[in-house]
């Protein structure tokens, strides 16, 4: 019933005298071009900025990883650093001035140059310092004496047993310390 509805409109529409001629059918198809054109030069800005935003995220996502893969390899070579800087502590007076000693140093000193080169610095602790558990992380507590006690509710460190590092501004580990 609907088809039949429509006929009736169109066949109303001739019997109106309102024909259709050559000239508006050709003026609406260049409307319908114009307009399609429009269309697609709309689409082809939509499709420019999604991939400029796209390739902004791709860039950023990047650094992001490049960060944690810089992470990761500054965790791996921590411990490598904490042996070698036991290493050196432990040698007996006479060697000191050993080559082999000159040289597990020399080695050493170069891991920390790859560190600070990829944005890596060391968190710098000293005995007597205030204890911050932001950047320390306190593995063994001593007792207070009376006289330090009295007034004084701050805990300091007394001994680094490990360096802490950073990335800028981001902790990848604490200072390992003792604190009283």
Known sequence: MRQDDEKQEGVEEVEAGDSVT?????ETLSKTDAELAEEYLNDLKRLQADFENYKKRQATREKEIAG?????LVMDIVP??????MAT??????????????????????LEKVLTENGV?????????TFDPTIH???????????DAEGNNEQTVTKVLQNGFKIGERIIRPAKVTVK
Request: hydrophobic content about 30%; aromatic content about 6%.
């Open 22 to 26: 050559p000239e508006k059918t050709e």
């Open 68 to 72: 944690y893969l810089i992470e990761k």
């Open 80 to 85: 490598v650093m904490d042996n070698f800087r």
């Open 89 to 110: 502590e432990h040698v007996p007076e006479a060697e000191r001035a050993s080559p082999w000693v000159t040289g597990i140093q020399y080695i050493e000193k170069q």
């Open 121 to 129: 610095s060391t968190i710098e602790v000293k005995v007597g310092d």
């Open 137 to 147: 992380e306190a593995l063994e507590q001593t007792e207070q004496s009376e006289e």
